[in-house]
């Protein structure tokens, strides 16, 4: 029976023997892997936009979803030294790199628990969102490997650690943040550019009286 560590080696080699098959395909993989933390970016611009005229929970879950990508970060690097693994192509040298040697340890892996930290907290801002950050996670992950940078077992937890932080988080301050964003969109300076969309008023039929 092969180890975990024995399996993830056997993925690790079937995605990069496919990398040595797909040169088309290198030069999008490449960029993605790279720059694609880019699009987690302008998604939480997106969810900000999206929130700023819902409800306080809305606009509270799309702020916290950048401040929990950040705190989500900071904690994977002391992770990151305890565990102390090398990178795939430090490990195996006959793999096929496509991205420029790190310096940085392989797990977890930073890109992709940004990418799990977002998309969790887009799932409360919007469900649409969500699906399109967690779409765009899966491949994050899976370029990730593609090109050597991680092992798959590392993109994994990295999806699993950055989504948990944002998902615990706002179990715990979930509350406190809806009060202290309704608290500050009440205030002068932000009432115009975040308050609430007001439901229209119904109007009322006027009932004609019998003759």
């Known amino acids: 029976m092969s180890s975990p560590r024995e399996l993830d080696d056997k993925l690790l080699f079937a995605i990069n023997s496919l990398s040595r098959h797909t040169g088309w395909l290198h030069g999008v993989a490449e ?13 939480l611009a997106a969810g900000l936009l999206h ?3 819902h409800d306080s929970r809305t606009l509270a879950a799309a702020g916290w979803s950048g401040i929990a990508t950040f705190v989500a ?3 994977n690097q ?7 693994e090398a990178r795939p192509y430090v490990t195996h ?9 790190s310096a940085d340890f392989s797990f977890p892996s930073d890109h992709t628990v940004l990418a799990g930290a ?11 969102l969500g699906l399109v950050a967690a779409s765009a996670a899966v491949v994050m992950a ?3 490997v593609y090109v050597a940078a991680h ?3 590392d993109v994994v937890a990295g999806l699993l650690f950055g989504a948990t932080v944002t998902a615990l988080g706002w179990l715990v301050l979930g509350r406190l943040l809806i009060a202290v964003t309704a608290w500050l969109r009440r205030q002068r300076g932000l009432r115009a550019g975040f308050a609430p969309i007001e439901a229209p008023a119904a109007v009322r039929t006027p009932v004609e009286s019998p003759a």
């Open 31 to 43: 960029a993605y892997a790279t720059y694609g933390v880019v699009l987690f970016g302008v998604l």
């Open 51 to 53: 929130a700023r005229t």
């Open 73 to 75: 970060l900071g904690l």
């Open 78 to 84: 002391p992770i990151s030294h305890v565990f102390h």
């Open 93 to 101: 040298p006959h793999l096929l790199l496509l991205v420029a040697p």
């Open 118 to 128: 977002v998309a969790a907290g887009l799932f409360v801002v919007s469900h649409r």
């Open 142 to 144: 899976f370029t990730r």
């Open 151 to 153: 092992y798959p077992w």
